[in-house]
């Protein structure tokens, strides 16, 4: 199993910067690729950005130039960097992790709880 624990999550004015960490615990070994969704009420989860083992990283047009993922694998932790913030970034932020066990040729994927993101005008 895997477990995923997000924080950094918080009230920021518009330009400002926050960010965001994801902890991982389990099977990271069996990670295959790691990232940041978004929601708000009323509307479906989005994807923000999303990193494989191999470093590609996929960025929605909406945070391109502003948001930045990295990883640290000696903490087993991957960030989100926020720069320039926007009032349309306020969401639930979500860590996924997808995930092939060893020995099994099908994909879990594992959400973390979120952290709310706020950002005000």
């Known amino acids: 199993q895997v477990h995923l624990a997000e924080s950094g999550g918080g009230l920021v004015q518009a330009g400002g910067s926050l960010r965001l960490s994801c902890a991982a615990s389990?099977?990271?070994?069996?990670?295959?690729?790691i990232g940041w969704y978004r929601q708000t009420v009323g509307e479906q989860r989005e994807l923000v950005t999303i990193?494989?083992?191999?470093?590609?990283?996929t960025y929605a047009d909406s945070v391109k130039g502003r948001f930045t993922i990295s990883r640290d694998n000696a903490k087993n932790t991957v960030y989100l960097q926020m720069n320039s913030l926007k009032p349309e970034d306020t969401a639930v932020y979500y860590c996924?992790?997808?995930?092939?066990?060893?020995?099994?040729?099908?994909?879990?994927?594992?959400w973390g709880q979120g952290t709310q993101v706020t950002v005000s005008s």
């Open positions: 996924r992790a997808d995930v092939r066990f060893s020995g099994q040729p099908f994909t879990y994927v594992y």
């Open positions: 389990g099977s990271i070994a069996s990670i295959n690729a």
């Open positions: 990193m494989t083992t191999e470093g590609s990283t």
